[in-house]
């Protein structure tokens, strides 16, 4: 519905963790297969299969996720025109794991850009109210979540699920908790991408509802590949959070330390 850029919402200190992040999310992409060039004589089929084959070794997948039992078989070369050949795999997998590995790998560049954008805008505020360690154990433990709460809906699907949504929707739950009334500029598509200066509880609150509509199905849209479930499942898991744990205004914690030292 709009595309945010930019928050009026300063920062006390310097956003480390969302800067890494975001390094490594950049880093694992560009060492995708999918974002390499063809190895020398490979056809566009069988790098497509060695993508497949990629994702699936270190990837999230629901029916892993549910049984904790790795798939029997995984992508192979392709065998015809396009279709890749079952093979047995070799390697040992742990799907716990999966979820960590998959919380940092895209389908490509677009989906990419997506999720850092969200995560650039949104996470450094986040990050400055929780702190640095509360921050990363949060974005991964809703990441966590986003991704079980889709598996025991999809039980039965061997998608492979990849991106940082998850976590990044958990971010932005949070920060509608904590910021709700924060400008937010952001460019309205369907205006000719003008930008407006909306509330967060607006651009964020309208984000959700429409993965709540998207994810209505409990699965994957048609022909979409979006786990709009994980999207909805991450943002309850980072706006709970924050109704749990007590934050502090930084600025306050500083006057506070001021005041210790002239007593």
Known sequence: MVIPIHDDNPVH???????????????????????????????????????????REYAAIPKELVSNDPLDLTAGPPAGEDACQPVKPDYDKSPVLSVLFAMFLHGGLLHLAGNMLFLYVFGNNVEDRLGRVKFLLGYLAWGYAATYVFAFANSGSTTVLIGASGAVAGVLGAYLRLFPRARVTSLVPFLLFFP???????????WFLLQWVYSSGAGLTEGGGVAYLAHVAGFVAGFLTLLIVRTQDPRRRRRRGRDRLAA
């Open 13 to 55: 200190r310097l956003p480390v963790i969302t800067y890494l992040l975001i390094l490594i999310n950049v880093m694992v992409f560009f060492s995708e297969p999918i974002a390499r060039l063809p190895l020398a004589g490979e056809t566009r089929a069988a790098q497509a299969c060695r993508q497949e084959a990629y994702f």
């Open 196 to 206: 407006f200066r909306l509330p967060a509880w607006l651009v964020l609150g309208s």
